[in-house]
């Protein structure tokens, strides 16, 4: 589903100034549920199907082999389940339930401020429900990711929720939306996984309110000889790992002000403010 109000923030590229209008299409309080938006722009017209808007098409965009993984059909009904439920206990050798995690999230990113929140590669929608749910009537959350099987499961699982939160498949390299849209971005995992993960920060940035937050949830390199082998062998297949002066520089050049990092072992939660 993605919010009707919300396609006026939406930017299908860069030269476009305004947002989409829909074309047709079936809503449920407000929610577009299936349908087409065109950018009058340049008259492109992008669906709605499987409850997301899809701003990518055929492109496949995974650009490395752990992303080709999340293209796969099983991927998105198996993420949560298998590995997200248990992700940060294994990680950090410690009992870390989501709970905690998604408490941190919402702390960090000051949820209780409202308005419109961003989950940059958000796959089965974890953080976007939290965030949606927690936030109710006092603003928007929309999920993005590039991989259609975890935004199908995403939509599938954030359903059930009384205060629907919005999806699209879109590439966090290049933010299909305006300037300063969003009061706060959170991102879980995905900074490990994304191309270039510099130009997402940029971009968060560019699409934060002044003072805007982001909440970052990452994984660290390793200290551990068996550690290090296991995140080597990860790195092949794309993943990388960061050390914790590189998350803090990172954010620093991108124009937010990072806070202090927060570590478990080997997972890290990065706050920052837009400067
Ligand atoms: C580690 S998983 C994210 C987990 C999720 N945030 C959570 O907390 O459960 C990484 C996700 O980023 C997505 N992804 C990778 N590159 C992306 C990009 N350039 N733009 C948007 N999503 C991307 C992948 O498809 C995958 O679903």
């Known amino acids: 589903m993605f919010r009707r109000e919300l396609l006026s923030i939406v930017r299908s590229n860069p030269a476009s100034s305004g947002g989409l209008e829909l074309v047709e299409g079936i809503e449920e309080n407000g929610d577009i549920t299936s349908g087409r938006a065109v950018d009058p722009a340049t008259g492109k017209v992008y669906p709605v199907k499987n409850g997301y ?3 990518l098409g055929s492109r496949a965009s995974a650009d490395n082999v752990a992303n080709l993984t999340n293209f796969l059909p099983g991927a998105g009904p198996l993420y949560e389940p298998l590995w997200r439920v248990r992700s940060l206990t ?25 308005g419109r929140y961003l989950d940059l590669g958000c796959s089965a929608g974890l953080y976007t429900r939290s965030l949606a749910a927690t936030l109710g009537d006092r603003g928007d959350v929309v999920g993005i990711d590039i991989s259609p099987s975890m935004l199908k499961e995403a939509v599938r699982r954030a359903r ?32 490990n996984e994304f191309g270039d993960p510099a130009r997402t920060l940029r971009e968060r940035r560019r699409v934060l309110e002044p003072s805007g937050r982001v909440a970052i949830m990452g994984i660290l390199k390793a200290k551990t000889s068996r550690g290090r082998r296991l ?17 803090l520089s990172l954010l620093d050049h991108a124009g937010l002000e990072p806070d202090p990092l927060r570590t478990y072992n080997v997972v890290f939660f990065a706050g920052a403010t837009r400067r």
């Open 53 to 55: 808007l899809d701003l």
């Open 90 to 114: 294994l990680l950090t050798g410690k009992p870390f339930p989501n709970e905690r995690e998604l408490e941190i999230i919402s702390d960090l990113v000051r949820l209780d401020r409202g």
């Open 160 to 191: 059930k929720l009384e205060a629907t939160p919005s999806f699209t498949r879109a590439d966090a390299e290049n933010l299909p939306f305006a300037d300063a849209s969003f009061a706060g971005a959170v991102c879980g995992g995905s900074l």
């Open 231 to 247: 995140q080597s062998f990860l790195s092949t297949g794309g993943v990388r790992f960061f050390e914790p002066e590189e998350v």
